[in-house]
């Protein structure tokens, strides 16, 4: 069994470990039925976590279809569908998602802020990179989210007008 009893300073705790597509997938979990669901959801899973072929197209589409038209104003949905389209899909499209770093984020806000984008508009890029890594790792289609990695900008400090009497 792939499943083992651990203890902890908090109480006793079950480490799930296995092998799958060559690599070692190791979960705690705090209830024994948790880690027997993920077993089974790894084991008997076709598409599996950390996939080699799903890429950060079919990821976004997903995202798109699935998340972005279902919970978004239009308005929203417009933009998120632009920033893919204009600058995510051409950088990271064919790239399958396990081989994005953070490194690779890191080229993105260099060449976002050589295009004179502000940083607020950079930020707007990176939180829908997280979101569709969120996605995925809620999916069980990803293991990591390399924006984890990632801070965002430091946004200038707005200048707040005051109403005044006259």
């Not at 993920?38 to 976590?49: L, T």
């Not at 589409?61 to 933009?79: C, D, G, M, Q, R």
């Not at 770093?101 to 940083?119: F, N, T």
């Amino acid at each position: 069994m792939a499943i083992n009893k651990i203890k902890r300073k908090k109480g006793n705790g079950y480490r799930v470990r296995l092998l799958k597509n060559g690599k070692w997938l190791t979960r705690t979990y705090d209830r024994f039925l948790d880690a027997q669901k993920f077993e089974k959801e790894v084991r008997y899973s076709d598409s599996g976590i950390d996939n080699p072929n799903y890429t950060f197209e079919s990821a976004a589409l997903e995202w798109v279809t699935n998340h972005v038209e279902v919970y978004k104003a239009p308005s929203s949905i417009s933009s998120d569908k632009q920033m893919l389209r204009d600058v995510l899909l051409p950088l990271f499209g064919k790239r399958p998602l396990r081989n994005i770093s953070p490194e690779d984020i890191d080229v993105l806000i260099r060449q976002l802020q050589k295009r004179g984008l502000q940083p607020a508009t950079v930020n707007r890029h990176l939180e829908v990179i997280r979101t569709i890594f969120n996605y995925c790792i809620k999916r069980r289609k990803a293991v990591y989210n390399p924006m984890s990695a990632v801070r965002m900008l430091r946004l200038p400090p707005v200048k707040l007008n005051y109403w005044t009497e006259r």
